[in-house]
């Protein structure tokens, strides 16, 4: 199908808020991950117990490996469409931090 004029820019709007909204839920579930681990993140002065059973231990895994694969898409996405939004950039830093923090205390 063709699309109208103008309709491949509407396409990349909608896939550019998608992508928005998909990281806005990540970064939820992200750091109710992190915080069930009891870690100091985000101005908490202390470290309080950890809170996860062994399943929850093993989704945290599987959230930080699906996350890991969902920021290099959106990097890719991002690099594809010449895309520099910096914001985005920023919180990925952030919960790949949170991330590696939830993974250590995996292994702890």
């Given at each position: 199908?063709?699309?109208?004029?103008?309709?491949?820019?509407?396409?990349?709007?909608?896939?550019?808020?998608?992508?928005?909204?998909?990281?806005?839920e990540?970064?939820?579930?992200?750091?109710?991950?992190?915080?069930?681990?009891?870690?100091?993140?985000?101005?908490?002065?202390?470290?309080?117990?950890?809170?996860?059973?062994?399943?929850?231990?093993?989704?945290?895994?599987?959230?930080?490996?699906?996350?890991?694969?969902?920021?290099?898409?959106?990097g890719?996405?991002?690099?594809?469409?010449?895309?520099?939004?910096?914001?985005?950039?920023?919180?990925?830093?952030?919960?790949?931090?949170?991330?590696?923090?939830?993974?250590?205390?995996?292994?702890?």
């Open positions: 199908d063709a699309l109208p004029e103008g309709g491949a820019r509407i396409e990349t709007e909608q896939l550019v808020q998608d992508f928005g909204k998909s990281l806005t990540l970064k939820r579930t992200i750091t109710e991950y992190v915080g069930r681990t009891g870690v100091p993140v985000r101005g908490t002065a202390k470290e309080t117990p950890d809170t996860r059973s062994v399943l929850e231990t093993g989704l945290s895994e599987e959230l930080a490996e699906a996350a890991d694969d969902f920021f290099r898409g959106l890719a996405f991002g690099r594809e469409l010449a895309l520099t939004e910096t914001r985005t950039e920023q919180s990925i830093v952030l919960l790949r931090k949170e991330l590696v923090l939830v993974r250590n205390k995996n292994r702890a």
